[in-house]
């Protein structure tokens, strides 16, 4: 049987790499502090794996095809884009098929993947967290761009079922880790979006037949949008949020619903999808968070890290 010994949420962004901080007064110095905190009090719980539980940012997933959840059950291949681990990863996979059979036994139609790639949203929290890539890893991609966007309740749900499927996994120490933007707005990547047009569209949906070439025109587009203190987060709804998991309030926060997490939290907080799954799965409410809104460096994601001891 596996222990789950913890808990991390914590936000991704590819400026963590591209604009890292010079100083500690610096946007982003403060919330790389914390994730050196996490990534100590990690250690000392020295997990045996690591499931991450993050999104995909079209390096993996496009809408030739779209899943709201895959699950890495063989091999995981980093895609390398701002600054994260690049090739293979090692992944656990016996716990991986734990995980799938207890979904799946809870009524889970998961899409499944042989030979998984991830990127940033899922490596750049597995490598700050446990300090590098060695840890054996279990990725659990979700959805958060646009339609199939699974529901906040379905989410919960699903963190439940694995929390129940990790703790009658095969025997270790299990980390979950929540890789995830708070609230951000983003320009749109629904390919039903009338703004959505050309090239874009065509990469949104034709993307895997050349990913490494969208991403190497799409990475400048990203890289020009860093440092801009205009961008939008909603720092009162993020403190809302975190408060909310503090005292273990799922419900609050699922009654929003999709259309109310995008009034308050932007496209780009469908990403809390993640936290829901990781925090329900643990059931347990947060033992600390921490929390620095740094548009500037991060284009509009607020940025949250926390951890919990189960």
């Known amino acids: 049987m596996s222990e789950i010994v913890g808990f991390v949420g914590m936000s991704h962004s590819p400026f963590a790499t591209l604009l890292p901080p010079t100083g500690p007064d610096d946007p982003g110095a403060p919330f790389l502090a914390d994730a050196a905190r996490v990534r100590d009090a990690v250690a000392r719980l020295a997990p045996d794996a690591v499931v ?16 709201p959840f895959v ?16 090739g293979p990863l090692p992944l656990a996979g016996e716990l991986a098929w734990s995980v799938y059979d207890g979904l799946t036994d809870a009524g889970f139609d998961l899409a499944l993947s042989y030979a998984l790639t991830v990127d940033h949203g899922i490596v750049q929290s597995y490598e700050m967290a446990t300090g590098g ?8 991609v979700v959805n ?4 199939p ?23 270790g120490r299990v980390l979950l880790v929540a890789s995830g933007g708070l609230s951000h707005w983003l320009p749109s990547n629904d390919p039903r979006d009338p703004s959505v047009v050309g090239d874009k569209r ?5 993307g895997r037949q050349d990913a490494q070439a969208f991403a190497a025109a799409r990475e400048p587009k990203v890289r020009a949008m860093g440092g801009d203190p205009e961008a939008r ?10 408060e909310r998991l503090r005292a273990g309030d799922l419900d609050a926060i699922t009654e929003l619903g999709h259309e109310g997490l995008e009034k308050e ?44 001891v189960a």
């Open 265 to 308: 939290a932007g496209t780009g907080g469908h990403e809390i999808r993640t936290w829901l799954v990781g925090l329900a799965a643990v059931a347990a409410p947060l033992r600390w968070t921490s929390y620095e809104p740094v548009p500037e460096w991060i284009t509009g994601m607020g940025s949250g890290a926390t951890f919990e």
């Open 149 to 171: 966007l699974p529901s906040l309740a379905r989410c919960v749900a699903l963190g439940r079922a694995l929390g129940d499927a990790l703790q009658a996994g095969p025997a």
């Open 144 to 147: 958060t761009a646009a339609p």
């Open 71 to 86: 699950l890495g059950v063989e091999t995981a291949v980093g895609f390398g884009d701002f600054g994260s681990t690049s």
């Open 233 to 242: 987060v909603n720092d009162t709804w993020d403190r809302w949020f975190l």
């Open 202 to 206: 065509e990469s949104l949906i034709h």
């Open 52 to 67: 991450v539980v993050g999104p995909d940012h079209f390096h993996g997933n496009f809408y030739d095809v779209m899943p």
């Open 133 to 140: 890539t060695t840890v054996p890893l279990v990725p659990l």
